[in-house]
């Protein structure tokens, strides 16, 4: 490999950053806009709980009543994560009077909820109205739902976490679907031309430091604006249980998954394990919801270093052809490359960078003691 193969690497890395440093600060964005770990908690707690028991539907002589049971689960998982003690929203003080009443019933649900605060709200009477005949069934049959939910809880936790992170790894793909088919971004072409155009290969090159420690301020192990890192400082700092169970700061937390992932392995207590993933996720989503305008300034410096490299991010409404997309053209495979590229994530094209940039220095003092040696012994 010589310093230009290594330079055309370093710049196609550098793009393939700054479009997944855009993406990745959207999903986040969205994941709290739309409350996908609420939504995703609600489903794990319905579903631990259907299973639980059986609420009779007749459903072959009244087929709307399966419907009603449906809606009646609903209201009854509804109310006890917007209840006031376990909802960790920031919207958990807003009423439901007002013109974004569904969006703000859906932010206000818990991102997380313990096993024994489950048990204790299923004992409160009087707190399911409106959803009688589930209320019913899980009086009539408590102790069978305390056994149930005793048995189940940990692993249905578990089903909700990888459930939300596969909603976010959607999220991702779908967004760089949108992006590259908006950018036209060509892999293949992408390559190519970065390979023959030597102007706009150096000025990605000179532009990859900037991309790394803009990306870094996200990702980067404290990085102003990576909420991962800073939302696991204020855990610490608020909770003494937590500051005791974790002890080893971890080196970097680029993604919530991660954060769960090494917490997960810090904690051995279920109970305990379960409070401070609570904790965590409250702290991310409000850190989040603040940090937005730090990280869209990072997202923009990034963005105009490219554009001063010569990556074109809208292209010319004219130039633009529904042709572009064709199949049987080179272009489209080159876009479904990026997309699978592009699903990756920052954190991999961050890591991956910076491991380049690290080579080029020392292929660069190889290449000069190559060069130095055939001057002083010409064939």
């Known amino acids: 490999m010589n310093l230009q193969h290594l330079d055309t690497l370093i710049a196609f890395a550098t793009i393939m950053l700054g479009v997944s440093l855009l993406i990745t600060v959207f999903t986040q964005i969205i994941s709290s ?16 709980l259907e299973t639980a028991v059986s609420v009779p539907t007749n459903k072959a002589k009244n087929p709307a009543l399966e419907s009603e049971i449906q809606k009646q689960w609903r209201t009854v998982v509804d109310r ?11 919207f958990s003080k807003f009423g439901g009077g ?6 703000i019933e859906r932010v206000k649900l818990a991102h ?25 069934a899980l009086k009539k049959d408590s102790d069978k739902v305390k056994l149930h939910i005793e048995r189940w809880f940990d692993q249905t936790m578990d089903r909700v976490s990888q459930r939300f992170a596969m909603s976010m790894r959607m999220y991702t793909i779908a967004l760089a679907v949108v992006l590259v088919a908006g950018l036209q ?19 990605l090159v000179a532009s990859a430091d900037t991309v790394v420690r803009e990306t870094s301020k996200v990702f980067g192990p404290r990085g102003d604006t990576n909420v991962f890192m800073v939302s696991l ?6 909770d003494p249980g937590a500051r005791e169970a974790l002890t080893n700061a971890p080196p970097s937390l680029m993604t919530l998954e991660l954060a769960h992932l090494w917490i997960r392995t810090q904690v051995n207590e279920s109970t305990k394990k379960e409070k401070i993933l609570d904790q965590y996720d409250a702290l991310v989503a409000t850190n989040l919801v603040a940090k937005v305008p730090e990280l869209m300034g990072s997202v923009a410096v990034v963005q105009d270093e490219l554009a001063k490299a010569g990556l074109t991010w809208l292209p010319a409404r004219k130039s633009v052809q529904m042709s572009d997309y064709d199949p049987r ?7 479904l490359i990026s997309v699978a590229l592009l699903s ?13 940039l690290s080579l080029r220095p020392i292929l660069s003092t190889r290449m000069d003691k190559e060069a130095k040696a055939q001057s002083k012994n010409p064939k």
Do not use: C, Y
């Not at 007002?98 to 969006?103: K, Q």
């Not at 053209?329 to 876009?335: A, E, L, R, S």
């Open 112 to 136: 997380g909820i313990r096993k024994e605060e489950l048990l204790n709200l299923l004992d409160v009477p009087g707190d399911f109205e409106g959803a009688d005949a589930v209320a019913e």
């Open 329 to 335: 053209k080179q272009g489209f495979w080159g876009m």
């Open 80 to 90: 006890i994560l917007h209840h006031p003690l376990i909802s960790d929203s920031t």
């Open 33 to 48: 806009i739309l409350g996908l770990r609420g939504t995703n908690l609600r489903w794990g707690v319905q579903k631990l």
């Open 98 to 103: 007002t013109p974004f009443r569904g969006w």
């Open 233 to 238: 400082d204020q855990l610490k700092k608020s």
């Open 344 to 356: 990756l994530g920052a954190p991999f094209w961050f890591n991956a960078l910076n491991t380049l």
């Open 185 to 203: 971004l060509d892999a293949i072409g992408l390559l190519k031309k970065i390979s023959q155009d030597a102007v706009m290969r150096s000025r």
